[in-house]
Every structure is written in C-alpha cells, then in structure tokens.
C-alpha cells in the first residue's frame, strides 16, 4: 500500500510518454502523473535554506568538501610540525607530549574527517544523484542534517585543543588502556571530547550513508539499471554499505572506552599500576578494544580506497577516450574487496597478543584480497593500452595515483605476510606504507577528480599551469617522501617515538634521511597552497567552461544546465539507453556517446559484441 | 613523453635506491634468518611487478597519446587475458605467503630446551626476571605489586623464592641457547623489541605473551619499545647482552633472588618511612 | 541472492542486454524508499547491539562476573512495550480502514506508554543506583546501564517520528493517507525495538 503511494508521488520522474514501452513494469505509466514537485524536491525560499541550511546534494556535497577540506588543511600543518620536530630535534620545537597530541589529532583529521567524508559527503552527495539521474537524494532532509552532524562533530574534536590537558595523544588508533590513563596527554578530556566528536561522526555519516544507499538503489531514472552506472558510484555505493557496516564497531568501542574513562567501568582496562599506584580497574581486555577497533579500522580504509577506485576508473576511461577494460570485473572486484574487507582486521594484530593461530588465517585472506585489488590495477593500465591518451590533468593524476596506489599497495603484501609483519610492525615501514597507500594514492585521485569536475560545479576551469605545477611536486615530491621511508623500517626505526636520539645501531645517516623527508614534505605541502590558491581564484576568474568539457557519457554532464541547476534536469528526467563508456565505438562519429542518447541517433555505429 | 619517462624513472630509480642506498636491515643476530628471507622473496616478486607494470604504464602513455585521428580499441572485456591475470597473481600471492606461514609456524611454536626470562615492562622502562635455581618462574600478579614487592610476585608460591630480579633494565642472554621470552605489562601496553634479534610482541597487562629466539651473534643490542605507550614511549630504552656462557654466568650469579629483595625491602627504613610503618 | 549475482553478470554493452536495459525503471527492489531506509537504519542498529553482546558474552566468563537484581519494574515495562506494539497492530488495522477515531487514540495511547517506558527505566536506574549497584561496580552492571541506556535513544528516536506523525495527522483535518506509510513504518520500527529488547532482556536475566 505504502509502495503505491511511492509510486504516485514519483510518477512524474518516469518518462511517460516513450512510445516504444508499452509493456512490463510500465503500470506507473497508466498512473495519471502527479502534480509538482516530484521526488518531494524541497524548494528553498531564502537565501539561508538555499546555501546554508540546504537540502540539495549538490550544495551539501560542496559544503561536506570545504569543510573536510579545511579540517584537512589543519592536518597537514600538524604534519610539517611533527616532521620539523623529528629532522631538528635540536630545535625544541615541540614537547613531546605535544608531539604525540599533533601525531593523534594529524591521523584521526586525515583518515576521518578529510578522507572518508570527502569521499563520501563531497564527492558522494554531489555525484550521485546526478550519475543516477535522480534529481536528489532521497531523503534531503536527513541529508542536510548529516552534514551539519559533521559539522559540529568537528567543532567538537578542534574544541578538545582548547581544554586543559589538551586533545588527547593517544595515537589515531586509541587502544587503551594508555589512551586514558596519565602517561599520555589528554587523557583527561581530550580523548572523551574525540570519543564524542567520533560518535556525532557515526550518527551523522549514518544518516548521509541511508540516503546513499537508498538513491542509488531506488532512485535511478528510467533506464539506470545497476550495470550501467558509472564505476564512481559502484566505489561510493559499496564504500557506503562498509561504512554502515563497520562503522557501528567503531561506535561500540567508543561508547565502552568513554565509559571506562568518564565512569571508570573496566571494559578495556584490567588490573593496573600506573605511576606505582594500582588503580580501580580489573578485568577488562584492552585486546577487545583492538578487535572492536579495527573490525572498522580495516573497512575504514576500503571506504576511502572504494570511492577512489571507482572515480579513478572514470578518469581515466574518458581521458584516454576509451571504454574501461573488464567492466564487470571491475564491479565483481569492488564488491569482492568490499566483502572481503571483513574478514582481515587482525592483520592489524598479528603481535598484539593474540591466538597465534589466528595469524595463518588472517595472513591468508590479506593475501586473498590482494587479487581482486591486483585485477582492478591490471584493467587500469589495460584501459591505457591502445586508448587515446589525453595527458590532461585529470589524466596525470591518474597516472600518478596507479604508480603509488601499486607501491603502497604492494608493500601491503609485506605486511599482510604475517612472519613478515612481525620484524616490521610498529616501525617506519608501517607509517610509509599507509602514507603511501592511503594518503598518497587517494589524494591524487581527489586532486584529479577536483579537476576533472570543477567545471561541473563551478562552471570554470582551473588554472592548467598552476595545475601542472601543482601535480609534478606533488607526485614526485610525495614518492620522494615516502620511498625512502620504507627503508628505515628495514632499519627498525619504530614508529611514534619523538626521538630516536643517540642510539648505538641507527647511523646517523638516518638523520640525514629524516631531514631529506622533512624538506621534501614542505616543499609538496607548499604546492598545495598553490591548489588552494587556484580552487578559490578560478572559481571567479577561471576560463568559463563549455558544456561537457571532457567530452564525458555520465549523466552528470547531460544536465540542461551546467553547473547544473536545482533539481537537476529541468522539466524532463533523462532516459538511458547504454552504459557510460561508449567512447571510440567502431564507426560512430564522434569518439563519445553520451548515456541519454537513443539508439536512433547513431545509428552507425557498431557495438560489439564480447 | 616527459611522463612517460619521470614513471620510468621513478620504477628504476626505485631499484637504484634499494641496491645503493645505504640504509638497510641491521645485521642479524638471531635464528630468524627466514623472516630476511621471505623478506627478500617478496622484494623480487614485487619489485618485479612494480617495475613490469609502471613500464607498462610509460609505455602505453607514450605510444597511444592523443592524436585527432587515432581511435581507441573498444573492447569492453578479455575473459581469456582476465582469467590468465587472476590466475597468475593468485600463484604469485601463494608464492609469498607459502614461506611465510612456514616461518611463522616455526616462530609461534616455542622448542623445548629454551629456557624462559621473563620481561616485565613498564612506563617507562623494562625489568626482567630469571626463573633461577629451581628452572621455574614464580607466579605473579598485578594487584600484588607494592614498593616492597615491585615484581608482584605471589608470596604463597615456593617457585618465586629463588627468581632473579634485574632491575636496570640490562639483560644478558646465552648464545646460542633458544630462550623464550615471557612477556608481562604492569601498565600499559609495550612491546619488548630489539631490531637485531627481528621478533617482538606486545605485552599486554593482565596477560603473558611470548616469542622466542636463538641469539647467534655475540654483542650489545638496545630494546626500543615498539607499541606506543605514553610520553615516555621513546625514550623507554634497555640493553640486551648476549654471553658466552662464561660470562653469563658471571652475570647470573650478581642478581639477587627475590628471598633476598623482598627482606631488605622490608627491613629498607626509607621505604618504611614512606608507607608510615616504621 | 541469485538475482544479485545474476545483475552483476550482465554485460551492459551488448545490444540485446541493452534492450532489456532500457525498460528498467530504475528501481533495484520493491520496496518504498522510507522501508528501505528504515531496514538500513534496523540492521545498523543490530549491529549495534550485537557488538555489544558479543562483548557481553566474552565478559561474563571472567571470574568477577556478579548478576544484577531483577527489579520488577523491568518485568512492567517488558509489558507496557509488549502493549504498545499491539496497539500499533491495532492503529495500522485502524488506518487501513480509515477509522480517524481510532488512529488518534492509538497514537496517543502509545506516545503515553513510551513517554511511560521512558520514565520508568529512568526508575530502575534510580533504584539500582541507590541501592549501590554502580556501572563501575560491576561489568554486569555496566553493560545493564549501556543496554538500557541506547535502548531508551532509540525509543526517543522513534517518539520523535512518532511525534511528527500525530501532529501531520491533527494538523490535516485528519487525512488518514498522509501518515499511512508513516504509522506502518514506526509500527515495524517499535516491533523491532521490542524484539531488541527481549533479546537484552533474557540475556541478562540468565547471566
């Protein structure tokens, strides 16, 4: 009953008056069409509910990025801190207590607050309502509250730099019982202010994950059947899912450790000495914590890969005018990390004390899901062969991100090999492979996707020059960075020491080492100040894009409008009639085919068939 | 071109680096040789497969640049070339981790002629404990860890007399004679670490965890802590001293047993003085 | 299941796939949005929930374990949650036949059984606390306080929906389809958090 009353309402977004369908599942046709506004689009009357309180993905998806964006821009301050503090140690820049609190703050800022919700709240919101061909999420409300959710959930975690104590230093991943007892900083409020900031987190990105799922799945327009939607929303779609999945363990954790801290419940903390006096605790399991911990923790880091692999594997199929080689494959491989990403967490665990035998299992599905992965890395360069390589922006990056996403991602396999992992746990080799692999790999596919899709949003181009420039430092000057930095964990320089001063076995060339890594991060985080520079100017003094600049097939540049207007397409939904990588088919006039056009419009040309 | 060119560049000048540089594994100095060794198998198949696809990749950039009228393949699938590529990958991951499971299996299962020390770390340092005459180590517990008895062995437990208590968090070891480590947190959690020696584990409070090795090389190696454990976490640093077995005895025989500790701490006036006792 | 391996394996390029492509409606289920939204929110928050068992059950085989008394309040409002779902049952039938009536005083009677679920947990709690039994007392203790705790969120959750409804409802001169869907969704979503709490419930009682 309550379905067709869905069906009444959203009449109007199916095309009703297509002559060929006259059959099937076309009794939403007979419907008599609703009145406005389909899909309930809230229309906003003042200038608030239009560009502060609004309920339209795309204007969400802009505010998501900003913010994580500038919460972004703080994490990486904090890193040229820590790097000055680990090359110079003579300087006395910082304390070590400070040291820890910027190395905390810098990790759960990165991973959280700038990746997964640029991914999923930037690129998310604004995208896919428009590759589906909706006119926007399907519960726009909800949307806007998940955004400002996150909002104060930042507000909240940069509040904790203000209270005595400080934010606390317990290092991204928060294991107790350190995280709250005194010999680390902030254990007082700073990590309860992080452990309420992560929670507001969860709740809002729940919310913003429903409307995801439930557009993607039910909000096509006519003719978007799943097989044909663009890869960037497969790797947001499935990143979405292991979002909602995984991110109630990290809830969990949470929850239980803001407990033990604020009420003194002992679900982490067993009997303790600390600072020669035994404190209240007994029979907790800090192992619980890590399980609990990184049950999310290993998703969390598809989430942010996912979204990355599906817009990388769009970038570079309209770059070099050709279609992405193993369509299906590439969602099958998605689908299958996505799956797979349950079942490897304690490889984060091999020497935290756990059943040893559980080291030969997680060993082996690591290893496992390092197939899928290497198969979307084989279709990336197959798409590259016999393309027509454009070397646009957007295209380097690409290039960029399959030659360090493979570095970091092959390194994983040193890791995930458990009798390997245990020389090289906790030491440099660690911090340079998920630099490498998260940081590095994914960022340059959100610096190609800015590129590639500014027109959409802002109707200009960026500055190609300063782009360049922008892209050079930074990929080279990144791979200089951490390269080298695999190597001092051969050393054993462990990770998260302030120090490493004078010890008998690290030559002193390691410093040197140290401060080569130092310099080169400064100089590639210099160059993102010329991209900031080149967003904020371009957007009034960019060259003024033609529609479709890329000359792309997803819907998202079919709109009347570009930068597309509110509800996304006018009076008409869009109808699809192929999949988005019809590029350079045999016989077609031009070398693109744009999902909406109909079969009667190119008429030569020739698909073949597989 | 210039693209195609830096990708290449950056593959070779990777190999350069690793063959050249001159940062590399601290010589060995125990029996975990076939952790190097697997190490180094999975350093030729990925260096290998690095090197193989970024050519790959400055290859193609080079010959498929954009030209007007060039067309691109279509070709939307391989099934042939794809299931080839699955295939060979899988052998390659089977490759790597076959050997490592062998070494592994040898590191979780401890031999039976290794004697065992016990490593008790705390922030910010380390103590150790040695099983003494009677070959066993006393029991111990947390909530017993008072000034007097700061190893919080249990009194009642005969086995605990005779223990060696080392306090400075200096340990000798016996070479080659396999020794397993027990490892114990009174606070927080480390992780008894010592690059040379390759092995490590997290000590946990309120458990014992393990590994063992065979040290083979004579010398002074420093333990880093290798889990952060607070402020103090770097600087928490200790020495471990492998013997002949001359020498270690010379050492064994200067540790006090913890009969002997827990009287003079017990007849110690400051520390009577402290707790009010006197 | 198979319909979803079956979809994956489609080749979107071919022509006679493109054929069938094109009448797709873009729906994957059949299931209204609002449904499937709140399944989405139901299996996250199992999910919740099941964590926090699963630490539960690893928990209670350590030795210090002490059960908490079994106040019979809680066996009161086992009851009054038992009650509002039957009278979900019964406004839905309600709203299905169109008896205005009936809906408004079933909508209030279960606003008033939850505000009253509400309050009367609070008074467990104040109990308990009184009687000593802490969270950090005693694990059982603080897993009961947690459980009770985001059992009691969610239910705050679903009056807030509720509330929206019975207001929509007085607000419209009653136009019973408006809120349809909406009684239909918090009837299931107050199903849910019964079976939720039976299952907490009986956990605890036989630990």
Redesign the interface.
């Known amino acids: 009953?309550?379905?067709e009353?869905?069906h009444k309402l959203e009449a109007k977004s199916?095309y009703v008056s297509d002559a060929?369908?006259g059959?099937?599942?076309?009794d939403?046709d007979k419907l008599p069409p609703a009145e406005l506004p389909d899909q309930e689009l809230y229309h906003s009357h003042s200038w608030w509910t239009t560009y502060v309180f609004s309920q339209d993905a795309k204007y969400i998806g802009v505010q998501y990025a900003c913010t994580a964006i500038g919460t972004g821009i703080l994490g990486l301050v904090l890193s040229w801190l820590m790097r000055l503090q680990i090359a110079f140690p003579g300087l006395g820049l910082l304390e070590?207590?400070a040291y820890?609190q910027f190395v905390t703050m810098h990790g759960m800022i990165m991973v959280i607050y700038l990746l997964t919700a640029l991914f999923l709240g930037g690129f998310g919101n604004f995208l896919i309502p428009l590759m589906?061909?909706?006119r926007d999420m399907?519960?726009p409300y909800v949307n806007m509250v998940s955004y400002w959710m996150f909002l104060v959930a930042v507000l909240v975690l940069l509040s904790s730099f203000f209270v005595p104590g400080g934010p606390t230093?317990?290092?991204w991943t928060l294991?107790p019982?350190?995280a709250i007892?005194s010999?680390?900083?902030g254990h007082n409020m700073g990590i309860i202010l992080m452990l309420v900031s992560l929670v507001l987190f969860v709740a809002g990105f729940?919310m913003g994950?429903?409307n995801y799922?439930?557009t993607v799945?039910?909000?096509?327009?006519?003719?978007?059947?799943?097989?044909?939607l663009p890869l960037t929303v497969w790797g947001i779609f499935v990143a979405t899912i292991l979002a909602?999945?995984a991110f109630?363990?990290l809830?969990?954790g949470g929850?239980?450790m803001t407990?033990d801290g604020l009420?003194?419940?002992?679900?982490f903390m067993?009997?303790?000495?600390?600072?020669g006096e035994?404190l209240?605790y007994?029979?907790?399991?800090?192992?619980?914590f890590q399980h609990?911990f990184w049950f999310f923790g290993h998703p969390e880091v598809y989430i942010v890969a996912l979204p990355a692999f599906g817009i990388v594997s769009d970038l570079i199929s309209i770059h070099?005018?050709?279609?992405i080689?193993?369509?299906?494959?590439m969602?099958?491989a998605i689908?299958g990390i996505g799956a797979l990403s349950f079942f490897v967490w304690a490889h984060h665990m091999y020497?935290?004390?756990m059943n040893?035998?559980f080291?030969?299992f997680f060993?082996?599905t690591t290893?496992?899901i390092?197939?899928p992965t290497?198969?979307k890395?084989?279709n990336w360069?197959?798409t590259?062969?016999?393309?027509?390589?454009?070397?646009s922006l957007p295209m380097?990056f690409s290039?960029g991100f399959?030659?360090t996403f493979?570095?970091g991602g092959?390194?994983g396999?040193?890791l995930g090999?458990?009798?390997?992992d245990?020389?090289?746990?906790?030491?440099y080799f660690v911090v340079a492979h998920f630099h490498m692999v998260m940081g590095i790999a994914p960022v340059l596919v959100v610096f190609g996707a800015i590129y590639h899709w500014y027109p959409l949003i802002t109707g200009r181009m960026l500055n190609e020059t300063l782009g360049k420039i922008h892209f050079w430092i930074t990929f080279?000057g990144s791979?200089a960075i951490y390269?080298?930095m695999h190597?001092?964990g051969?050393?054993?320089v462990?990770r998260?020491?302030?120090?490493?001063y004078d010890?008998?076995?690290i030559?002193t060339?390691?410093m040197g080492?140290n401060v080569f890594i130092t310099v080169a991060a400064l100089i590639v985080g210099a160059a993102q100040l010329l991209f900031i520079y080149n967003l904020i100017s371009s957007a009034r003094l960019g060259k003024k894009a033609e529609r479709n600049p890329w000359k792309a097939n997803s819907l998202e540049w079919q709109t009347p409008e570009m930068p597309p207007a509110h509800g996304n397409w006018g009076k008409e939904m869009p109808?699809?009639?192929?999949?988005p990588?019809?590029?350079?088919?045999?016989g077609a006039k031009e070398?693109y085919i744009p999902q909406n056009v109909a079969?009667s419009a190119v008429t030569e040309a020739k698909?073949?068939?597989? | 071109m210039a693209v195609a060119i830096v990708i290449l560049l950056i593959a070779l000048g990777s190999i350069a680096f690793h063959f050249w540089s001159p940062w590399w594994w601290t010589p060995i100095a125990s029996n975990w040789q076939g952790m190097d060794d697997t190490i180094l198998l999975t350093f030729w198949i990925t260096g290998f497969v690095f090197v193989a696809i970024c050519a790959f990749v400055a290859y193609c950039v080079w010959k498929y640049r954009y030209q007007k009228n060039r067309i691109a393949e279509y070709k939307p699938e391989d099934k042939k070339l794809e299931t080839r590529l699955i295939l060979i990958t899988t052998l390659g991951v089977i490759a790597l981790l076959a050997p490592g499971l062998l070494v592994w299996n040898n590191y979780i299962s401890v031999p039976d002629n290794a004697y065992k020390v016990e490593v008790v770390a705390y922030q910010w340092g380390w103590k150790f404990r040695l099983p003494g005459k009677d070959g066993v180590l006393g029991k111990t517990d947390i909530k017993l860890i008072n000034d007097e008895n700061p190893f919080g062995l249990n009194l009642e437990d005969s086995y605990g007399k005779d223990d060696l208590l080392v306090d400075e968090g200096e340990l000798h070891l016996l070479l080659d004679r396999p020794v397993k480590f027990e490892l114990r947190a009174i606070d927080v959690l480390h992780n008894f670490y010592v690059p040379q020696f390759r092995g490590k584990m997290d000590m946990v409070p309120g458990m014992i965890t393990y590994y063992w090795i065979t040290p083979t090389r004579i010398g002074e190696f420093e333990i880093l802590c290798a889990e952060y454990c607070g402020t103090g976490h770097y600087a928490m640093r200790g020495l471990v001293i492998v013997d002949k077995e001359k020498e270690y005895n010379k050492w064994e025989a200067k540790q006090i047993t913890f009969d002997k500790m827990f009287a003079k701490n017990k007849n110690n006036k400051n520390l009577q003085l402290a707790k009010n006792t006197k | 299941m198979n319909k979803f391996f079956k979809t994956l394996a489609e080749k979107p390029w071919e022509e006679s796939q493109a054929k069938i492509d094109n009448e797709h409606l873009g729906k994957t289920l059949s299931l209204s949005k609002y449904k499937l939204g709140l399944r989405t929110i139901m299996v996250v928050s199992t999910i919740i929930f099941s964590f926090f068992i699963i630490a539960y059950a690893d928990r209670m085989l350590i030795h210090d374990w002490r059960s908490m008394p079994e106040p019979w309040l809680l066996w009161a409002n086992t009851g009054i949650l038992i009650l509002s779902s039957i009278m979900f049952h019964l406004t839905k039938i309600a709203s299905d036949r169109q008896h205005n009536d009936k809906i408004k005083k079933g909508l209030y009677l279960i606003g008033f059984l939850a505000y009253t679920f509400l309050f009367s947990q609070l008074l467990v709690w104040y109990q308990l606390l009184n009687s000593g039994y802490y969270a950090a007392t005693n694990p059982a203790n603080a897993f009961f306080y947690l459980f009770t705790a985001l059992h009691g969120l969610h239910l705050i959750g679903g009056l807030y929906f509720l509330g929206r409804t019975t207001s929509k409802f007085l607000r419209n001169n009653s136009k019973v389809q408006e809120i349809q869907h909406t009684i239909e969704l918090c009837a299931i979503y107050w199903h849910f958090l019964l079976a939720v709490w039976i299952v907490l419930f009986g956990l605890m009682l036989f630990t």
């Open positions: 009953m309550s379905d009353y869905e199916d060929s369908s059959t099937s599942a076309s939403i070590p207590s820890y589906c061909g909706s399907a519960f230093g317990a290092g294991y019982p350190q007892t010999g680390t900083p729940t994950g429903l799922i439930v799945l039910q909000l096509r327009t006519r003719g978007m059947t799943l097989m044909r909602l999945l109630p363990a809830l969990v929850l239980m407990l009420l003194g419940t002992s679900f067993p009997v303790i000495v600390s600072m035994q209240k007994e029979g907790g399991s800090p192992i619980l609990l070099a005018r050709k279609n080689f193993g369509y299906r494959m969602v099958w689908v020497v935290a004390g040893p035998w080291g030969f060993a082996t290893l496992i390092a197939v290497a198969i890395v084989y360069i197959l590259l062969w016999r393309g027509n390589i454009q070397l380097l290039l399959i030659v493979l570095n092959l390194t396999l040193f090999n458990v009798t390997v245990v020389p090289l746990s906790d030491t080279v791979y390269f080298p190597y001092q051969f050393i054993g462990p998260r020491y302030f120090e490493i010890s008998p076995y030559e060339s390691t080492l109808k699809v009639y192929r999949w990588y019809d590029y350079s088919v045999p070398d079969p698909v073949e068939k597989s």
